[in-house]
């Protein structure tokens, strides 16, 4: 069966520091993988998506970055943090549909 | 763009009530999915439908796509159904171009 993992579950981050969130899924082939951010107040926000290997789109410009290194691995960046980079972020991942969510990473940039 | 609007945004009832949660949106669409989000703040994908209606457990959802509007019902609630619910529009059948509702909180009370 297949399984997302995403991490870390919480983080605290000082403004101007880098981030690096990491999101794995096993038992499945070529997924379509998803960042998004859920800020307090508000839905969920696609920031980034992948088809494949290296194959990145930003739905969002902003000082964050997204990789895909490996067909099951996909990264999260930030070389410096703002105080509005807070909030809930999910990865997912589909092939043909439906969605499938990790569980979250609440940051929090202090 | 779509307009994604749920309501109620808050919901409490008692164990036992018959649970409606509606969503509208602004254009026409291929999918609409329904998610629920635990107080951890994990996503589980409930449904995803394009047309008429489906049925999982005590959980259905329907959608009429002439009047772009889905409900989703909950019947014989349970407090363990105390979540927030999103719905989220899609153009096609990719999860790239989702657009979400903020929401619909529900508190089931014993």
């Known amino acids: 069966s297949q399984t997302i993992h995403q991490w870390p579950a919480t983080l605290v981050q000082p403004v101007g520091s880098p981030l690096s969130l990491e999101c794995t899924v096993e038992g499945t082939s070529n997924p379509n993988l998803y960042w998004y951010r859920q800020a307090a107040g508000r839905g969920l926000q696609l920031l980034f998506y992948s088809v494949g290997i290296g194959q990145i789109s930003s739905e969002v410009p902003q000082n964050l970055s997204a990789s895909r290194p490996q067909d099951w691995q996909f990264i999260l960046s930030s070389k410096k943090l703002l105080l509005s980079d807070s909030g809930f972020y999910l990865c997912?991942?589909?092939?043909?549909?439906?969605?499938?969510f990790g569980n979250g990473t609440r940051l929090t940039v202090t | 763009k779509n307009e994604v609007e749920q309501s109620p945004q808050n919901l409490t009832a008692q164990e036992g009530e018959f649970i409606t949660i509606n969503c509208s949106y602004s254009?026409?669409?291929?999918?609409l999915h329904w998610l629920q989000q635990h107080p951890g703040g994990g996503i589980v994908s409930l449904f995803m439908?394009?047309?008429g209606k489906k049925k999982h457990g005590r959980l259905i959802a329907t959608i009429n796509i002439q009047e772009k509007h889905s409900s989703l019902h909950i019947t014989a609630s349970h407090p363990r159904d105390s979540a927030v619910y999103i719905c989220?529009?899609?153009?096609?059948?990719?999860?790239?171009?989702?657009?979400f509702g903020k929401g619909t909180h529900l508190i089931i009370q014993p």
């Open positions: 989220a529009v899609g153009p096609g059948g990719g999860a790239d171009g989702l657009t």
């Open positions: 439908l394009s047309s």
């Open positions: 254009v026409g669409i291929s999918a």
């Open positions: 997912a991942w589909s092939v043909a549909s439906p969605l499938h």
